[in-house]
């Protein structure tokens, strides 16, 4: 484009000169033809020289004039583009980044929300946006106590745990960090928070800890039963050679007949403590096969149904339709399922409700079939959730603590998970999942 100006900037100059010359030729031709005087002749010519230099300074200075404006508009054009290119990066950062961004101005006003920030809140952007954040979230709301220490006090947190409640879904454990928003001008213009869902996280951490823990005391559990079960056997055997010697010699009194009562009841408690011991250790080899989990789910609920009556407790069945099978060991399995919901037996002494809860699920990327039993019991804390599974810890004053622990071992072994959740007072949820034995899309392809 400038080529172009410069190019009309000579083509004008050249046209200038051509009417200069032009007109110095018409005045020399006079004096032939008039016979005027010489010096009139060359007043005349200095006169068209003077017009001509003028007329080409006006040229040039307009030509350069109209030239800065072009390299003006094009350095405005650029800089415009790119301000639309870097304005354009920026947003599609924004919405790609899978941490929730939430922007507020010093007004409390939410000005910038991104996708993940609308899953992490279980919220809309229309609900956010626009609005005040004390409007949208209210005062106990976690949430509004990191902004209002943010925003009032100049106090940040950074990476962290909430817990969040939002609507009808479970509680979460949200990680939040917030920073100061700076403006163009270097002023404070209000507030950035980030929120991230770190349940699924937490909850890895938790059972990569577990296992750990479970790992170590695989080895020293077979040793310490294999070394208590030769002892064992031989004071079972004894006390059985002592009872038939005491018949041999007469009836036994009724005092000796009560310690060896005890002492037959205390070694079979022992042999049973030492068989857990061993299914812990070594819970035997896996002979998975596809289980037909509704026939498994009503065989426990026959089984369980008359201690539930005995309880007092309302035993409630929720299955869906067409379940696929489980792949699993089906005495494991249904071992796994009783000790559950003989503990939430246990959780309800005073009675209640125990519902239990079939369905299919997805998730990461593969099918299963998701067990559920919730109690309306006493619960659990907050500290003996994180401790639920590891081996001897147990809430009860006769348990053994080895229940959970086995129960946890057998579903790992099948390639399943476990969720305990509780609120004390409130009941506790367990949720354990179980891969189906084929790929339900698998099949469709096959057939199709």
């Not at 400038?2 to 018409?26: D, G, Y």
């Not at 200075?61 to 870097?86: C, F, P, Q």
């Not at 949820?429 to 339900?440: E, H, I, L, R, Y």
């Amino acid at each position: 484009m400038i080529a172009s100006i410069l190019l009309i900037l000579a083509l004008a100059v050249s046209i200038i000169l051509l009417f200069s010359l032009e007109r110095e030729m018409l005045l020399l031709r006079g004096p032939t033809e008039s016979e005027r005087a010489p010096g009139e002749l060359f007043q005349a010519l200095w006169q068209s020289r003077g017009d001509l230099i003028v007329e080409t300074f006006l040229v040039v200075l307009v030509s350069a004039i109209g030239i800065a404006a072009v390299i003006m508009l094009l350095h405005y054009d650029t800089a415009r583009r790119t301000l639309e290119e870097v304005k354009g990066l920026a947003r599609n950062i924004l919405q790609s980044i899978p941490t929730g961004v939430l922007t507020i101005s010093q007004r409390g006003i939410i000005s910038a929300v991104n996708p993940t920030a609308e899953m992490v809140l279980n919220r809309t952007s229309s609900e956010l946006l626009g609005k005040g954040y004390d409007v949208v979230f209210s005062e106990t709301d976690p949430i509004r106590q990191a902004l209002d220490a943010a925003l009032r006090d100049h106090r940040h947190v950074y990476q962290k745990d909430l817990l969040y409640e939002c609507r009808e879904q479970d509680p979460r454990t949200i990680r939040v960090s917030t920073a100061e928003l700076t403006g163009d001008d270097k002023k404070p213009a209000g507030v950035i928070l980030q929120a991230q869902d770190v349940s699924e996280w937490l909850g890895l951490e938790q059972r990569v800890r577990v296992a750990e823990k479970l790992s170590a005391l695989h080895t020293l559990s077979a040793g310490v039963a294999h070394e208590l079960r030769n002892p064992l056997s031989a004071m079972d055997l004894n006390l059985h050679l002592l009872e038939e010697e005491l018949k041999e010699n007469g009836t036994p009194a009724e005092s000796e007949a009560r310690y060896l009562r005890v002492l037959n009841a205390e070694c079979r408690r022992l042999s049973g403590i030492l068989d857990n011991f061993l299914k812990f250790a070594r819970p035997g080899s896996l002979g998975l096969h596809a289980v037909d989990i509704q026939a498994l789910i009503d065989h426990i609920m026959t089984l369980m149904r008359f201690e539930a009556e005995e309880r007092r407790v309302r035993l409630v069945q929720v299955m869906d339709e067409q379940l696929p099978p489980v792949l699993g060991d089906e005495t494991q399995i249904s071992q796994v399922l009783v000790n559950i919901i003989v503990n939430a037996f246990h959780a309800m002494p005073n009675g209640g409700l125990c519902r239990i809860s079939v369905a299919q699920r997805e998730a990461m990327g593969k099918f299963w079939v998701e067990i559920t039993v919730k109690d309306s019991g006493v619960g659990i804390t907050k500290e003996q959730l994180s401790h639920l599974f590891e081996p001897f810890y147990t809430t009860k004053s006769s348990g053994t603590g080895l229940g959970l622990a086995i129960a946890y071992r057998i579903i790992q072994d099948h390639g399943g998970t476990i969720d305990v959740s509780s609120v004390p007072g409130s009941g506790t949820t367990v949720v354990t999942k179980f891969p189906v034995a084929a790929d339900p899309l698998h099949k469709v392809g096959v057939g199709s």
